[in-house]
C-alpha cells in the first residue's frame, strides 16, 4: 500500500504561460513536453499527466510555453504571460 503524495505533489490546478524573459525555477510542479523534458530530466521528477517535480535549478528561455501552479507563477510576475488554462486540466481535451 503506497502512502500518500505529500500536498506539494498532490493534483494542482496547472495554467499555461508563455515566458517572457529567462526564468530558473528550483522547486514546484512543471507540466512541459517531452521536448522540454529531454533537455532537463536530470532535474525533474516524472508525476502524472506530463507534470514533474522541480529537484534541482531548472532553466527556461524566453518563448518557452510551460505548465505552472499559479502560485509558483506569482512568484514570477513579470516574466510570464499566463495565455489559459492547461489542456490536461479541461475536461474533454487531450
Same mark, same amino acid.
Given at each position: 500500500?503506497?502512502?500518500? *503524495?505529500?500536498?506539494? /505533489?498532490?493534483?494542482?490546478?496547472?495554467? /499555461?504561460?508563455?515566458?517572457?524573459?529567462? %526564468?530558473? /525555477?528550483? @522547486?514546484? %510542479?512543471?507540466?512541459?513536453? *517531452?521536448d522540454?523534458?529531454?533537455? @532537463?530530466? @536530470?532535474?525533474?521528477?516524472?508525476? +502524472?499527466?506530463?507534470?514533474?517535480?522541480?529537484?534541482?535549478?531548472?532553466?527556461? +528561455?524566453r518563448?518557452? %510555453? %510551460?505548465?505552472l501552479?499559479?502560485?509558483t507563477?506569482?512568484?514570477?510576475?513579470?516574466?510570464?504571460?499566463?495565455l489559459?488554462?492547461?489542456?490536461?486540466?479541461?475536461?474533454?481535451? +487531450?
Amino acid at each position: 500500500m503506497s502512502s500518500p *503524495q505529500p500536498q506539494h /505533489l498532490q493534483e494542482k490546478t496547472m495554467n /499555461l504561460y508563455k515566458v517572457l524573459e529567462p %526564468i530558473e /525555477l528550483h @522547486r514546484g %510542479i512543471v507540466e512541459l513536453t *517531452q521536448d522540454q523534458v529531454m533537455q @532537463r530530466m @536530470r532535474y525533474l521528477k516524472s508525476l +502524472k499527466n506530463n507534470k514533474y517535480d522541480v529537484k534541482g535549478p531548472v532553466y527556461f +528561455k524566453r518563448g518557452e %510555453i %510551460i505548465g505552472l501552479t499559479p502560485d509558483t507563477a506569482e512568484r514570477l510576475t513579470g516574466c510570464l504571460e499566463m495565455l489559459t488554462k492547461s489542456p490536461t486540466n479541461q475536461k474533454g481535451t +487531450k
